[in-house]
């Protein structure tokens, strides 16, 4: 069954960097769009930045400049170069994909920026 793993969350200061990875199987990883959702306590789920089969990203306006998504097909991961990182960036960041009428997600990892 389809299978979305993310890693790489954590404590980080202001201004700081992560990495989040997502492990995907299950599925044909190459030809999904992947993208990269975050939910903060009491805000609804909001979409960070995605990738096509092609390379084509999106981002949101919030992270643009500062985030980079990524994909390696070989390996069936998307991964998300979080930079210049902001307290208003702290919330459980969750991998997403939709293959024909549904829609996937992972777990979520907590990214928390704080001094």
């Known amino acids: 069954q389809v299978q979305l793993v993310e890693s790489g969350g954590g404590l980080v200061q202001p201004g700081g960097s992560l990495r989040l990875s997502c492990a995907a199987s299950g599925f044909i990883f190459s030809i999904a769009t992947m993208g990269w959702y975050r939910q903060a306590p009491g805000d609804e789920r909001e979409f960070i930045a995605s990738?096509?089969?092609?390379?084509?990203?999106n981002y949101a306006d919030s992270v643009k400049g500062r985030f980079t998504i990524s994909r390696d097909n070989a390996k069936n991961t998307v991964c998300l170069q979080m930079n210049s990182l902001k307290a208003e960036d702290t919330a459980v960041y969750y991998c997403?994909?939709?293959?024909?009428?549904?829609?996937?997600w992972g777990q979520g990892t907590q990214v928390t920026v704080s001094s």
């Open positions: 997403h994909t939709k293959l024909a009428w549904s829609v996937y």
């Open positions: 990738i096509s089969r092609s390379g084509t990203t």
